[in-house]
Structure formats: C-alpha cells, structure tokens
C-alpha cells in the first residue's frame, strides 16, 4: 500500500560536484542545505548577510556582491545598545561600530570573490512579505526588534518579485555565464503572518520562480516546500511549534536533494566523509583503552587516504582530531 504522494524529483540538467564553489542565502532554510552540504566537505558560503527572508532583501544583497559593494558607518544605526545593519542580520551586529562594520565587509568581500566563480547559486525565498521604515520608505531585511510601529509591512507584487530578481539573475549571467542558479521555496511557515497570509506570500514566490525557470535556461527549481506540503504532510515532521520542519524532515529532504542535485558519480565520497566526520564528533568516555586508541588510530588512517585521493577536500579538522 502507499501511505504518501509520490513526487518525482528529475536529476538536474548539470549536477552538483566537488569542483563547483556554492553560495547559498535566503531563508533559515538555506541553513539546513548548508550545514550538510558544509558536512560532507562542499565548498560552501552560507549567508554572507545573514539569514535573509524575503526577495527584495536577496536580489540586493546579490547586487551588492556583483558590484563589490562596501559599507560604510552612514549604513549603520544604533539601538538595543548595539550597532546594526537595515541589510543585514542581527549576527553582523556589535557594541562596537567598528567590530560590525568589519565583519559585514569581510562577508561582502568572500561574496564577491565566490560569487564570481561559483557554479551553483542556491536561493532559499520565505516570505514575500516586505518591511520599510516609515520614516523615509527604505526596505529592511531585518527589524532587530526595533518598535513594530518603525514599519509598514507591505504583501510584495508578483512583477515586483519577478523584476527584481530577474535583473539581478541577468547581472549575474553577465559577470558568471558559467553558473547554475537553484531556487527552492521554503517549507517554513510564516504563521505570525497568518496563514491565509502564509499561503498567499508562498504562492507568489512559487509562480515567480517558476516564471525565471522559463525565462533562464541556467534557472533550475528544488521542491522542498512540495516534499514537505504535499508528500510528508503531517505534524509529526514539525517541530513542536508547527512550524518548522525537524529533524526527520530535512533529513528526507536533504536526501531528495542529494538524489537529483548531486551528481550520483559522488555519492560513494560523501558516504565516506560523512562516517569521518560523524566519528569526529566522538566523545569517549574513557580514551586510554586499546579499543578507543585503535578506533582514533583507523579514523586517522582512513582520513590520509582520503586525502591522497583527493587532495582537494578539507579534512584537516578531523585529521588532528584522530591523529593528536
């Protein structure tokens, strides 16, 4: 009997591989592709801005690395005692302007140069939800709990998404032809929202997405709103305040998005990896028997020869843990 609807997911045109540096930024979800694309040894930038939730925020953010933006005090404020970026998120903030100001170039500048010479672009969109100060309309990416009363939350149109990223992808192609750009909508529910609301901002994005996919043939779409919409469906899958997906969900989703994304040639290396960097984070209890000794001593032999392998991959965190 089948218990779930059934989603074929194709194999992307061109597949992910160990030579393509990846960016990826958006939504919170972005962190979760990330994070095990990071675990089995991709080269991977994550949000160089920060987590960032809705269209107008990723398109700028984009057009900033594209144009080597940098940012000066005049883009700071100040509040909650910290100095802050409207652009960026609250972990780029600091007590100190300066100490801030640092970190968001440093990340403008690491965007700039990956972004250059990428192969995938990974774009994660959440909300198409838009704030604005009210005091002179300027968008926010991020209100760093400043006074609700700050802001107007508008519903952004669907011409107003799509020309906004579709600009930003044709700059792109301009300075990177060579780069694959994958967008996936995020599972995540924006309840605060509401959720007539909710629905409505995820189909917007849903139909500008797929709209760029028609219009740019390097424009691909992963559905991992779909998979957990539509196939797991249940609040099991959630975490306990219903609304983000736990740790089973984007487990299967990380594994349909291995499946059609990665190409299968590197599927038996990043299972090898995966048991190096999972017995990494090995904590024994007692570490001066034979058996623990022998263990760090195979582990350490199995990271060596993955090296001479593929001397590529950055294994030197595990190698010194097995071999110290």
């Given at each position: 009997?089948?218990?779930?609807?059934?989603?074929?997911i194709?194999?992307?045109?061109?597949?992910?591989?160990?030579?393509?540096?990846?960016?990826?930024?958006?939504?919170?979800?972005?962190?979760?592709?990330?994070?095990?694309?990071?675990?089995?040894?991709?080269?991977?930038?994550?949000?160089?801005?920060?987590?960032?939730?809705?269209?107008?925020?990723v398109?700028s953010?984009?057009?900033?690395?594209?144009?080597?933006?940098?940012?000066?005090?005049?883009?700071?404020?100040?509040?909650?005692?910290?100095?802050?970026?409207?652009d960026?998120?609250?972990?780029?903030?600091?007590?100190?302007?300066?100490?801030?100001?640092?970190?968001?170039?440093?990340?403008?500048?690491?965007?700039?140069?990956?972004?250059?010479?990428?192969?995938?672009?990974?774009?994660?969109?959440?909300?198409a939800?838009?704030?604005?100060?009210?005091e002179?309309g300027?968008?926010?990416?991020?209100?760093?709990?400043?006074?609700?009363?700050?802001?107007?939350k508008?519903?952004?149109?669907?011409?107003t998404?799509?020309?906004?990223?579709?600009?930003t992808?044709?700059?792109?192609?301009?300075?990177?032809?060579?780069?694959?750009v994958?967008?996936?909508?995020?599972?995540?529910?924006?309840?605060?929202d509401?959720?007539?609301?909710?629905?409505?901002?995820?189909a917007?994005?849903i139909?500008?997405?797929?709209?760029?996919?028609q219009?740019?043939?390097?424009?691909?779409?992963?559905?991992?709103?779909?998979?957990?919409?539509?196939?797991?469906r249940?609040?099991?899958?959630?975490d306990?305040?219903?609304?983000?997906?736990?740790?089973?969900?984007?487990?299967?989703?990380w594994e349909?998005f291995?499946?059609?994304?990665?190409?299968?040639?590197?599927?038996?290396?990043?299972?090898?990896?995966?048991?190096?960097?999972?017995?990494?984070?090995?904590?024994?209890r007692?570490?001066?028997t034979?058996?623990?000794?022998?263990?760090?001593?195979?582990?350490?032999?199995?990271?060596k020869?993955?090296?001479?392998?593929?001397p590529?991959?950055?294994?030197?965190?595990?190698?010194?843990y097995?071999?110290?």
């Amino acid at each position: 009997m089948q218990f779930t609807l059934k989603l074929d997911i194709p194999v992307l045109p061109r597949t992910i591989g160990y030579s393509d540096s990846i960016l990826l930024t958006g939504s919170c979800f972005t962190e979760h592709i990330s994070d095990r694309l990071q675990q089995h040894k991709f080269r991977v930038l994550s949000n160089p801005h920060g987590i960032l939730f809705n269209p107008l925020s990723v398109a700028s953010s984009l057009d900033g690395y594209l144009a080597g933006k940098e940012y000066g005090h005049n883009d700071l404020f100040y509040l909650n005692e910290l100095w802050n970026s409207w652009d960026h998120h609250t972990r780029f903030s600091d007590i100190d302007a300066d100490v801030a100001l640092a970190g968001i170039n440093a990340s403008q500048r690491a965007a700039t140069v990956t972004l250059k010479e990428a192969g995938w672009l990974i774009i994660t969109l959440g909300s198409a939800f838009q704030y604005y100060l009210k005091e002179n309309g300027q968008p926010v990416a991020n209100n760093h709990r400043a006074p609700s009363q700050w802001f107007e939350k508008r519903l952004l149109g669907i011409d107003t998404i799509r020309e906004a990223l579709g600009n930003t992808l044709q700059q792109l192609f301009t300075v990177n032809p060579s780069i694959n750009v994958l967008f996936t909508i995020s599972p995540v529910r924006h309840i605060r929202d509401g959720v007539v609301e909710n629905n409505r901002s995820k189909a917007r994005l849903i139909e500008v997405v797929h709209t760029l996919c028609q219009n740019f043939e390097q424009v691909h779409y992963f559905p991992a709103y779909e998979l957990l919409i539509d196939v797991l469906r249940d609040y099991r899958f959630y975490d306990i305040d219903f609304v983000h997906p736990n740790f089973m969900a984007t487990s299967y989703v990380w594994e349909r998005f291995a499946a059609s994304c990665i190409g299968v040639e590197h599927h038996g290396l990043m299972k090898e990896i995966n048991e190096i960097v999972t017995a990494s984070k090995h904590r024994p209890r007692f570490p001066e028997t034979e058996a623990h000794k022998k263990f760090m001593e195979r582990h350490a032999t199995a990271v060596k020869a993955l090296l001479h392998r593929f001397p590529f991959l950055d294994l030197q965190q595990e190698l010194f843990y097995f071999d110290n």
